[in-house]
């Protein structure tokens, strides 16, 4: 095998983390307060452009016999009851969740040397809460959500932009789009959540909240 330019070469690509570490002392009590500490400061670099859709994660899923999916989507709200996505029902993550809701999610935040990993369980959100959101996307985005049969085979880009016109057509700027039924939202409900903050030499800081079965929260640190 020739030698390959460095700059292309996976083995030689290497980054120093040199950002402050992550202490016990300094975690919020509830996992949710403290991602809302990391979301606020990881929205404030967006502003910069230092990080790019902040709320983008990383959503994996498995099949009835364990295979696993991941894709990313976006995050539309979160709570102290977790994190909400919204998605097509019949998309291949949501047939996965129907047969295992078990679910793993990666905020990618890399340019802070952050990343939050969390663990736990999928389900519905109510139609109430799906139509309030659903208000608040663009119009095509509205119409998209029609127009795409998520995950499925189509037979070419020109049958997809001909399923959009016709959607413009019959609903112009001015009109409402009714909420499709088979979209909607995920809650993700966290049974663990995973503050991983890099350090030098790799050494670095992996805090995990593991919720308990009366509702509080215990603390673990994971070696690096």
Same mark, same amino acid.
């Given at each position: 095998?020739?030698?390959?330019?460095?700059?292309?070469?996976?083995?030689?690509?290497?980054?120093?983390?040199r950002?402050?570490?992550l202490?016990e002392?300094?975690?919020?009590?509830?996992?949710?307060?403290?991602?809302?500490?990391?979301?606020?400061?990881?929205?404030?670099?967006?502003? $910069?452009?230092?990080?790019?859709?902040?709320?983008?994660?990383?959503?994996?899923?498995?099949?009835?016999e364990?295979?696993?999916?991941?894709?990313? @989507?976006?995050?539309?709200?979160?709570?102290?009851?977790?994190?909400?996505?919204?998605?097509?029902?019949?998309?291949?993550?949501?047939?996965?969740?129907?047969?295992?809701?078990? @679910? =793993?999610?990666l905020?990618?935040?890399?340019?802070? +040397?952050?990343?939050?990993?969390?663990?736990?369980?999928?389900?519905?959100?109510?139609?109430?809460?799906?139509?309030?959101?659903?208000?608040?996307?663009? $119009?095509?985005?509205q119409?998209?959500?029609? +127009? =795409?049969?998520?995950?499925?085979?189509? =037979?070419?880009?020109a049958?997809?932009?001909?399923?959009?016109?016709?959607?413009?057509?019959?609903?112009?700027?001015?009109?409402?789009?009714?909420?499709?039924? $088979?979209?909607?939202?995920?809650?993700?409900?966290?049974?663990?959540?995973?503050?991983?903050?890099?350090?030098?030499?790799?050494? $670095?800081d992996?805090?995990?909240?593991?919720?308990? +079965?009366?509702?509080?929260?215990?603390?673990?640190?994971?070696?690096?």
């Amino acid at each position: 095998m020739t030698d390959r330019d460095p700059i292309l070469d996976p083995a030689a690509m290497r980054k120093q983390y040199r950002a402050e570490g992550l202490a016990e002392q300094d975690l919020a009590a509830h996992p949710m307060d403290q991602f809302t500490r990391w979301f606020e400061q990881a929205a404030q670099a967006a502003v $910069h452009g230092t990080i790019y859709e902040p709320n983008a994660m990383v959503v994996s899923t498995a099949d009835a016999e364990g295979r696993p999916s991941s894709r990313t @989507v976006l995050m539309k709200a979160y709570d102290t009851d977790g994190f909400v996505f919204y998605t097509n029902y019949d998309s291949r993550k949501a047939r996965d969740l129907a047969v295992n809701p078990y @679910v =793993s999610v990666l905020f990618p935040w890399h340019p802070i +040397a952050r990343q939050v990993v969390v663990t736990g369980t999928a389900g519905r959100t109510g139609r109430d809460e799906t139509a309030a959101y659903f208000r608040t996307r663009p $119009h095509g985005s509205q119409l998209g959500s029609w +127009a =795409s049969a998520q995950s499925s085979v189509i =037979s070419s880009r020109a049958d997809l932009d001909a399923s959009y016109a016709d959607l413009v057509a019959r609903y112009p700027e001015d009109e409402q789009v009714p909420v499709p039924p $088979h979209w909607g939202g995920f809650r993700i409900v966290p049974e663990t959540v995973e503050f991983w903050q890099g350090r030098q030499n790799r050494l $670095h800081d992996r805090l995990r909240y593991v919720a308990r +079965a009366d509702g509080s929260w215990k603390v673990e640190r994971l070696s690096p």
